[in-house]
């Protein structure tokens, strides 16, 4: 299949490039955390969406060369980022499934952020429940092991998964990103501003911080800060953006 073939080339020429998205506290509408989002700059094709190859990459096992470049990536900028004096804001990363079952996942995370002198605390790990497959007791393995050593692990996409209550039950998070489904009716369409508003409560009476992703306008910000969700996330405050325009951004706010 030629796009694996293309893929394998790609991550030796370095085709593949971060942006960011910022994530803003609700109340102070502060940057204090980005999504790092991957992108393909292919020759022909232009900028290719990980929604075109993330499956690929899965499938081939590609996606373990791939996570790690990723991750390096991340601690690598934040390194800069650190000796430059910029502001302090934690990074988060998709992961998928396929990296968790590795043996040596959480080693080769702790040899990374040794590498570029990250502190764990400063990394955020976001985990997709239609990735994860149902015998997952290495998974939970993992995700107590990285919570042990001070990533911060959330569950993303919430509510539109199979199981997303008993993945509450299952593993110990940090926090639940909220999809941008629910989140795009609120506060206009009632079943999803019933089901945003308990998920919050629900998430906050389990100790767990919410994320609102995909906030688009102001009535959704809104509502979102009367409910008491910690973070936003969305095309109003920005899009995913290359790193220059993202620092641009952390230097005049949104
Ligand atoms: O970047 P965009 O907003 O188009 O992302 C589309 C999808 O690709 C999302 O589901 C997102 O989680 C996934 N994705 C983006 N970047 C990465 C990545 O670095 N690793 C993995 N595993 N998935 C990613
Ligand atoms: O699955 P995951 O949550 O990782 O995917 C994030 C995706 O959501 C990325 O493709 C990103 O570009 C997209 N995204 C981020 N903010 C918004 C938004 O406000 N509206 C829409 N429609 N998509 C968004
Ligand atoms: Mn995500
Ligand atoms: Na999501």
Redesign the pocket.
């Known amino acids: 299949f030629s796009l694996a073939n293309d893929f394998r080339k790609a991550l030796q020429n370095e085709e593949f490039v971060l942006?960011y998205q910022p994530r803003l506290d609700t109340i102070t509408r502060k940057i204090v955390a980005a999504e790092?989002?991957?992108?393909w700059e292919h020759d022909d094709w232009g900028l290719v969406?990980?929604?075109e190859f993330?499956h690929i990459a899965e499938e081939t096992g590609l996606?373990v060369p791939l996570?790690n470049w990723?991750l390096k990536t991340v601690c690598r900028q934040i390194h800069t980022w650190s000796k430059s004096g910029m502001a302090d804001i934690r990074v988060s990363?998709?992961?998928?499934a396929k990296q968790f079952l590795v043996d040596d996942f959480v080693d080769s995370v702790w040899s990374i952020l040794r590498e570029f002198d990250v502190k764990p605390e400063r990394i955020e790990f976001?985990i997709?429940e239609t990735t994860i497959i149902p015998n997952d007791s290495a998974i939970v393995e993992s995700i107590r092991r990285l919570r042990q050593m001070g990533i911060a692990i959330y569950f993303?996409d919430f509510g539109t998964g199979y199981s997303s209550l008993s993945w509450l039950q299952r593993f110990e998070l940090d926090g639940i990103k909220l999809d941008k489904s629910f989140v795009t009716h609120v506060p206009v369409r009632w079943a999803p501003t019933q089901i945003v508003s308990s998920v919050i409560r629900l998430a906050h009476s389990l100790n767990l911080t919410v994320v609102a992703e995909g906030v688009e306008a102001n009535g959704q910000f809104a509502f979102l800060k009367d409910e008491k969700c910690e973070q936003v996330q969305g095309f109003l405050f920005s899009r995913?953006l290359p790193v220059e325009k993202f620092e641009e951004l952390l230097d005049v706010g949104v």
């Open positions: 942006y790092a989002l991957i992108r969406s990980p929604v993330i996606i996570g990723i990363v998709n992961i998928s976001e997709t993303d995913p």
